[in-house]
């Protein structure tokens, strides 16, 4: 599919004085302007970031309800259920206040509902389950935001519910005894993109700090940073903007996750092949996430929760080496579904893709919906039917706002709720086909023919002489790469592609000359345009470090390649 290439207009005037005073080159400190770090103390900050800049947890709205709450059940001694999700953010955050909880004394356990056959979010049946238990607290972490009527149905039987969730908030509140949310339109936090494991984070801290000024602690007052591993797994994972405050968590996240002091984590690493030592937000995103991922999706999500908590090496070894074949088993069906996919989309006219069909596992269609979109760069919602029920996926591109297109249509749906790409919906069976035309016709008219058109952004243009060892170290301080900090991409132009080679099936392998200078590189995903040779091609690639044998070779990520013409960067 044809790209459009877009070029960030550069800024000579505060190159220079961000040069100048970061004592930076001209071309990272554009980088830096592309990121809205336009004054030497915000851009000093986004390469600096330190944890005493995290923001005052007490901002959020009912912090302070929340932890005295707490505080009360940790001194009568009542038990306190965290109440999770399935999915990697909600595992994560399931783990890291159950093991605070229990590092402070408290009689404390978790649930995690099946996908399948609960669903998201509280529900009642789990609700008597926990108070016949005797639980007194349920503090759930990345859902319950939604959950008016299971709330009620808590309160009701004397359990008060602390919901510590970042999804979208609907008009009506759930009657909890505390809302902790920085996307409430009265939440004075200063920054609303914390993924649901950040919010859980931010109790913790404020946890331990109002017990510290009671006097809780006898002995040592906890470490929290040991707990950072599991913030930066959910972060990554939950694909939230990894600026402000994420950023810090995920930068010093990464630090506890390398040390892999957490046997199940370091059984994780291993199974999936990672070298000790080394692990960035890419490793995170396509080995560790997937595979904690894959319990929730196909089984029991509770293992997963088992493998993050467990200080028996042997247990996470095992457990770990069971979500690797559940994760192989996850690859295979959701290449099976999406071969389905991609026969029924066919190329239908239509600006969006709503797919539904009897017997498609839930647990995996929300993967496939990501990789139609992508292809197709349109806008798609997959249903699995069981039934007269149907359980669906939804996925937006940049340009259109899924959410809204399921509101568009909220009078045919049970429920639905999640962010601005991706989303989560029932339905019933009855509802199907009107919930289909009423969805094509509002993307066709929200949507005209150049939001279809998937879009690189560049972060400059560049000569392929300028990517030297010092560029490579200076881009390397950007990282933690991701969502609104994405790995920046360069452009250079009148290139001559000298060869390529196909590499496996898929990828393909470059030689590249512009003006007496040669780099060599790899388009993942580009084998489609081999051989391809020759003078005066315009190239989109990455810069990176190919270390193989204590040897270091800089290269190039290739995104994308054009033929060159007078305007081809538009």
């Known amino acids: 599919m044809k790209k459009r290439w877009k070029v960030n207009p550069a800024n000579k005037e505060l190159q220079e004085v961000l040069g100048k005073g970061l004592n930076i080159l001209p071309l990272t400190a554009q980088l830096l302007i592309n990121r809205g770090l336009v004054t030497i103390d915000k851009a000093f900050c986004f390469l600096k970031p330190e944890l005493k800049n995290l923001h005052d947890p007490f901002l959020l709205k009912d912090m302070d309800r929340a932890v005295e709450r707490v505080v009360t059940a940790l001194g009568k001694r009542e038990k306190i259920a965290v109440y999770g999700d399935y999915d990697v953010d909600g595992t994560t955050s399931t783990a890291l206040v159950y093991l605070f909880l229990r590092e402070l004394g408290a009689d404390t356990s978790y649930y995690i509902p099946q996908r399948r056959n609960e669903g998201y979010g509280l529900n009642i049946e789990a609700i008597k389950k926990l108070h016949a238990s005797g639980v007194k607290v349920i503090i759930t972490v990345d859902c319950g935001i939604s959950n008016c009527e299971e709330a009620a149905y808590a309160k009701s039987l004397g359990i008060d519910i602390i919901i510590s969730d970042h999804h979208e908030v609907p008009v009506d509140l759930p009657p909890a005894f505390a809302v902790l949310n920085p996307k409430q339109s009265d939440c004075p936090f200063p920054f609303k993109g914390l993924a649901g494991v950040g919010v859980a984070f931010n109790l913790v801290i404020a946890l331990r700090a109002r017990l510290r000024e009671i006097g809780f602690f006898k002995g040592e007052v906890p470490n929290l940073k040991k707990y950072l591993d599991l913030v930066c797994i959910g972060t990554v994972a939950d694909m939230v903007p990894l600026v402000d405050e994420n950023r810090i968590l995920v930068k010093f996240g990464l630090k506890e996750l390398e040390a892999a002091t957490r046997p199940g984590l370091k059984a994780l690493m291993e199974a999936s092949g990672l070298k000790p030592g080394r692990c960035d937000t890419g490793n995170i995103a396509f080995q560790l996430a997937p595979r904690i991922n894959a319990a929730g999706r196909l089984t029991d999500a509770v293992k997963a929760v088992r493998l993050l908590v467990t200080e028996d090496e042997k247990e996470a070894a095992s457990l770990a080496d069971e979500l690797n074949r559940e994760n192989s088993a996850r690859q295979r069906i959701e290449e099976e579904i999406l071969g389905q996919a991609i026969s029924m989309a066919g190329d239908a006219a239509d600006k969006g893709i709503v797919l539904a069909l009897e017997g498609w596992h839930p647990g995996v269609i929300g993967i496939v919906a990501s990789r139609l979109a992508d292809r197709f760069s349109k806008p798609v919602v997959m249903i699995s039917l069981e039934g007269e029920v149907g359980k669906g996926s939804a996925r937006g591109i940049k340009s ?140 989109a690639f990455s810069p990176y470090v190919d270390e193989w044998q204590g040897g270091r070779n800089l290269k190039l990520r290739i995104k994308d390649v054009k033929a060159e013409c007078v305007n081809f960067l538009t």
Request: negative net charge; charged residues 25%.
């Open 400 to 539: 259109f706002n899924i959410l809204d297109g399921l509101r568009a249509c909220a009078e045919r749906l049970e429920r639905f709720g999640g962010h601005k790409a991706a989303a989560g919906l029932t339905i019933k069976k009855e509802n199907l086909e009107p919930f289909i035309g009423e969805f094509i016709r509002y993307v066709n008219s929200a949507l005209g023919p150049e939001d279809l058109v998937p879009e690189i952004v560049l972060d400059a243009v560049v000569s392929l002489g300028e990517i030297d060892q010092r560029l490579i170290d200076e881009i390397e301080s950007l990282q933690p790469f991701g969502v609104s900090n994405r790995e920046p991409v360069l452009c250079i132009t009148d290139a001559h592609i000298v060869a390529t080679e196909v590499v496996g099936s898929r990828h393909l392998r470059f030689k590249v000359r512009q003006k007496g200078c040669a780099r060599s590189g790899i388009g993942f995903g580009l084998a489609g345009l081999h051989p391809i040779k020759g003078q005066g091609f315009g190239i």
